[in-house]
């Protein structure tokens, strides 16, 4: 069984900073992307980043992310990184981590496992 697991999360003032964590354990054959979400009250979970596992890691964010937010990954730990800074009340939500896992219950297709998520919350 795969599971993800994340932490990190808490309060901070706006302008700061925080680091968010996901391991990945359980039976895990690869690891191919592996993503950031998020989901504020009353809205859609939406992607905010993602890295591939492979070669040098290639990165992608939201519109409403970029410059501020950096994903990374340490193959070796399945384990993916969120680091936020310059953060602001908007970006209080819950985070989820998400990751396409082959496991030997799935060794051909990737299945898409979730974190349980972590809450951020961005209050003065």
């Known amino acids: 069984q795969v599971q993800l697991v994340e932490s990190g999360g808490g309060q901070v003032q706006p302008g700061g900073s925080l680091r968010l964590s996901c391991a990945a354990s359980?039976?895990?054959?690869?690891?191919?992307?592996m993503a950031w979400y998020r989901q504020a009250p009353g809205k859609q979970r939406e992607l905010i980043a993602h890295?591939?596992?492979?070669?040098?890691?290639?990165?992608n964010y939201a519109d409403s992310v970029k410059g501020r937010f950096t994903i990374s990954r340490d193959n070796a730990k399945n384990t993916v990184y969120l680091d936020m800074h310059s953060l602001n009340p908007e970006d209080t939500a819950v985070y989820y981590c998400?990751?396409?896992?082959?496991?030997?219950?799935?060794?051909?297709?990737?299945?898409?496992?979730w974190g349980q998520g972590t809450q951020v919350t961005v209050s003065s």
């Open positions: 998400n990751a396409h896992i082959t496991s030997p219950s799935s060794p051909s297709v990737p299945y898409a496992y």
């Open positions: 359980g039976n895990i054959l690869s690891t191919n992307v």
């Open positions: 890295i591939t596992t492979i070669g040098s890691g290639s990165t």
